[in-house]
C-alpha cells in the first residue's frame, strides 16, 4: 500500500507563492505516473501536472507558465512549485502516484488546502 502525504498548503493573497510537498512511501522512480491534481468547491478532481517517465511534464492549461512540478527520486519527494496564484487555484491539492507490480494502481493523498484571496 503506498502512502503519501501532502504539505505546504496555506491562505496566500492573488499574486503570491506556495510550495506543496508530498512525500511517498514507494520508490517514486519506478512509478508509472506521478503529479498533482485538485479539486475546487463544485467541481471535479482536476489535473494540475502530471509526469510520466521518459515523457517530461504536462500542466493543465490554467497553470501553464505559473507552476513547476519537480521531483527528488532519492528521498521520493514530489513537489508543486506554485506562482503568481489567482483566486481560481483555490482548492483541495492532491498527491498521485501510478505504481504496481501486478498492475496499474491509482494512489492519492490526503489533500492539502490551497486558499488564495485578498
Known amino acids: 500500500q503506498v502512502q503519501l502525504v501532502e504539505s505546504g498548503g496555506g491562505s496566500v493573497q492573488p499574486g503570491g507563492s506556495l510550495t506543496l510537498s508530498c512525500a511517498a512511501s514507494?520508490?517514486?522512480?519506478?512509478?508509472?505516473?506521478v503529479g498533482w491534481y485538485r479539486q475546487a468547491p463544485g467541481k471535479e478532481r482536476e489535473m494540475v501536472a502530471r509526469?510520466?517517465?521518459?515523457?517530461?511534464?504536462r500542466y493543465a492549461e490554467a497553470v501553464k507558465d505559473r507552476f513547476a512540478f519537480s521531483k527528488d527520486n532519492t528521498k521520493n519527494m514530489l513537489y508543486l512549485q506554485m506562482n503568481s496564484l489567482k483566486v481560481e487555484d483555490t482548492a483541495i491539492y492532491y498527491c498521485?502516484?501510478?505504481?504496481?507490480?501486478?498492475?496499474?494502481?491509482?494512489?492519492w493523498g490526503q489533500g492539502t488546502q490551497v486558499t488564495v484571496s485578498a
Open positions: 509526469y510520466i517517465g521518459g515523457g517530461g511534464t
Open positions: 514507494t520508490r517514486i522512480l519506478s512509478a508509472a505516473a
Open positions: 498521485y502516484v501510478q505504481s504496481g507490480t501486478d498492475g496499474l494502481r491509482d494512489y
